[in-house]
């Protein structure tokens, strides 16, 4: 009885040891657990999150899933750095500043960007009418977002650069208090916050991507974690992108389901939504080259301290 108690946990371990070793799809260690890094309102992930169906499908391959709250794709973005989160997904900007600090991240997925999700708002009664007139003026965005590019792009279309103006680098709960007491005469921020403000009818929208080269947001996980697990990052990128497709098709629900998560109305998020889209798709010569663009801008604006070539940290699947 013994020998053949042996004999089966001996069998056991070795199909354990050959899915380690040989990367057999469908068996993992209930040890494993991925870790995702998300924005609070950080679209794609949080719906994943919240419909549970990424959990029920790694489950049945031995992985947990852990969420990791982040309130911009900088801080995200440290943590994958310190091994604390494996995957997650930001606006463009953060990558590139990620990649110029030395940070060992690979790009794994981009998604288009609406144009509208995104604005530089002040105050409804606010005597600034255009870009033109935020020179000298304080603008509050925080350091290396997508908002940071929006400003960017904006001030040069209108003739301006960063140093004409005042940043005022704060994350978004800290920015719209200061924004709120007139510490700052702008804002630069993208949804939920963005659909927030503007639902309290206190504020006008100067600019957003229209009219803007479009950028696009990324999916991104540690180098580390995408050469050890590309099945995994696989499976993870197929589930986002049947999420993208229900989002898309199911904005009212997808208000619904986040409306606990961030703790907004359910008309702030259908506002946000009604000017959402969703999709993963790897990354073509195209959405690099625009990457690219970005990474210059903000390498000539002396916002990173050296050039980065984005080419470098893009990962191929298998």
Do not use: C
């Amino acid at each position: 009885m013994r020998s053949t108690v042996f004999h089966r946990r001996l069998v056991a371990g070795l199909v354990l040891l050959a899915g380690v070793l040989f990367g057999l799809p469908g068996v993992a260690s209930a040890e494993e657990v991925l870790k995702i890094g998300f924005q609070k309102g950080g679209g794609l992930l949080s719906i994943l999150k919240s419909r549970g169906t990424l959990e029920e499908s790694l489950g049945k391959q031995g992985y947990k899933v852990t969420w990791h709250e982040f309130q911009a794709g900088p801080q995200l973005l440290e943590a994958l750095n310190a091994g604390s989160v494996d995957f997650g997904y930001t606006g463009s900007p953060p990558p590139i500043f990620a990649q110029a600090a030395g940070i060992d991240l690979v790009y794994v997925g981009a998604e288009p960007f609406a144009p509208a999700t995104e604005g530089i708002v002040v105050g409804k009664d606010a005597p600034i009418t255009s870009i033109a007139d935020l020179k000298g003026r304080k603008v509050a965005v925080q350091k290396g977002s997508s908002a940071n590019y929006l400003l960017v792009a904006s001030l040069a279309k209108a003739g301006l650069a960063i140093k004409d103006i005042q940043p005022v680098y704060l994350p978004p709960a800290d920015a719209r208090a200061a924004f709120e007491n007139h510490n700052v005469d702008a804002w630069s921020i993208w949804d939920p916050y963005l659909a927030a403000i503007e639902k309290t009818g206190s504020v006008k929208v100067l600019g957003n991507y229209q009219g803007l080269q479009q950028t696009n947001a990324f999916y991104e996980a540690s180098r580390s974690f995408a050469e050890k697990k590309p099945q995994l990052l696989q499976a993870l990128l197929a589930e986002l992108a049947k999420a993208g497709a229900w989002a898309n098709d199911n904005p009212k629900e997808v208000a619904r389901l986040l409306a606990p998560q961030l703790g907004l109305p359910e008309d702030v998020l259908e506002y946000w939504q009604a000017r959402a889209r969703y999709g993963v798709q790897p990354l073509s010569e195209e959405i690099v080259a625009v990457q690219q663009k970005v990474a210059d801008t903000f390498y000539e604006q002396k916002l990173i301290p050296k050039a980065v070539k984005v080419e470098d940290i893009v990962w191929r699947a298998p």
